[in-house]
């Protein structure tokens, strides 16, 4: 990647707002980050942040700025973050390093559920396959804020239910909906290019999960309908301390 990994000042408009407002740039943006397959996850955060594209259109895909409104009312509210200004509060590293509690959690939980004997044949190819890509992602959230000169946050210890296939289907559910939510929580919020390149991918693979999960369980791919809705850091952190064993 040639973005650099520098945070920019508090004077500086967050990566979204830049990208929103500045076609040459989307263009260049989404070809580093992916090209075709990145364009839909941007799509998604330009939603969760209001689908207002400053006037600039494109983007690899239909135009936001005429799009449906999202559920969650649009522009800054869509995270429903206190402060959901990029320019003040949380940084790539605070982002980063919350990203990284989830993805902790997401491995602990498929190694926990591998290791249950509840699941056999496609299914445990499955969530093997689904462990492997958190364990990617983790690799890669580490490596980012290491590049920012942040210091990760340590491991987690952590302790899920085993109680049935179901349940555990279930739980599989509610992480990896919760995860593609908590990623368009900070869409708005990351000040880095290269951090919302990072987030896009990994937020465009949780929705994938989430979806083939849903899929077990009879339950829609899109159950929010047209928009995804977010949640903000304080919603999810809730949600998913009582897996936290210590």
């Known amino acids: ?144 804020i290491e590049k920012l000169g942040g210091r990760p946050v340590a491991r987690l210890e952590t302790k899920f239910p085993m109680g049935s296939r179901l349940s555990v289907l279930r739980l599989a559910s509610k992480l990896e909906n919760g995860g593609a939510a908590a990623y368009l929580g900070q869409a708005n919020r990351i000040r880095s290019k290269e951090v919302l390149a990072a987030a896009l991918s990994i937020h465009s693979v949780e929705a994938r999960h989430a979806a083939t999960v849903d899929g077990l369980l009879g339950l829609p791919p899109a159950p929010q309908g047209s928009f995804a809705l977010p949640l903000t850091m304080e919603e999810v952190l809730g949600e998913t301390q009582r897996f936290v064993a210590s």
């Open 1 to 144: 990647m040639h973005e650099s990994t520098r945070e920019p000042g508090r004077d500086e408009p967050g990566a979204m707002e830049e990208l929103a407002r500045d076609p040459s740039s989307r263009k260049r943006f989404l070809k580093m980050a992916g090209g075709a397959g990145a364009a839909s996850a941007f799509a998604a955060f330009l939603a969760a942040c209001g689908g207002n594209d400053g006037g600039g259109g494109g983007g690899g895909g239909k135009q936001t700025s005429t799009a449906e409104p999202s559920p969650a009312g649009g522009g800054a509210n869509a995270s429903r973050e206190p402060n959901a200004d990029p320019r003040q509060g949380t940084s790539d590293v605070d982002i980063l390093n919350y990203a990284l509690r989830l993805e902790y959690l997401d491995t602990a939980f498929y190694a926990a559920a591998i290791e249950s004997g509840l699941f056999r044949g496609r299914e445990r190819v499955m969530l093997q396959r689904f462990r492997e890509n958190e364990q990617a992602h983790l690799k890669t959230v580490r490596s980012t």
